[in-house]
């Protein structure tokens, strides 16, 4: 008997008692849930904003190419979605569309279906998601219990613009993915 089996044999051997596993209990928020999403969001430097307000927002920069996979901004887009990601180098701006919003940390849930291409939210130099005011839940919990057992092959959340800090404590915004970001609610 080698040294490993011996070692997995004297494991397996310690009598171990089955534990029950602890009651979560239903964490709650208390206030508006729009706030304290966008609180959040402002938190993890974004930017909550209506559709009016995205909309006067848009015209002032000047985007050399905006990828819309939103519906309610495909008349905005400039570019097709490439089937090569490669070509999404020079991304200005890319608009997607959020399935749900988490009021506990400003976290927004995305699943293929919503992205496109996977390297889109990250590649792209600002960032947008249009996000139904209906698909606001209190924590990740309540987060996790409607994504549920689904399958779609890849999800993320995103919840602000990429940041890294050194210890040096500078904050870097943008260093491995998008400048900026901002929710669109709709």
Known sequence: MSSRERILSAIAGVPSESKKLPEIPAFRLAGDLEELFATAIMGNKGEVLSKEEFEKWLPTMHFSKVISLSNHFKTHSTHELPEDPHELEDLGLAILEG????????????????????????????????????????????????????????????????????????????????????????
């Open 99 to 186: 399935q749900l919003g988490v009021a506990e940390n400003g976290a927004i849930w995305m699943e293929d279906s919503n992205l496109g291409l996977r390297a889109l939210p990250f590649i792209t130099e600002h960032l947008a998601i249009v996000l139904d005011r209906n698909k606001l839940v209190e924590t990740m919990h309540q987060g996790y219990d409607l994504i549920g057992n689904a399958s779609s092959g890849f999800g993320l959340f995103i919840a602000g613009p990429s940041k890294t800090a050194d210890i040096e404590q500078s904050l870097v915004i943008g260093a491995h993915g998008a400048k900026s970001l901002r929710v669109v609610l709709i």
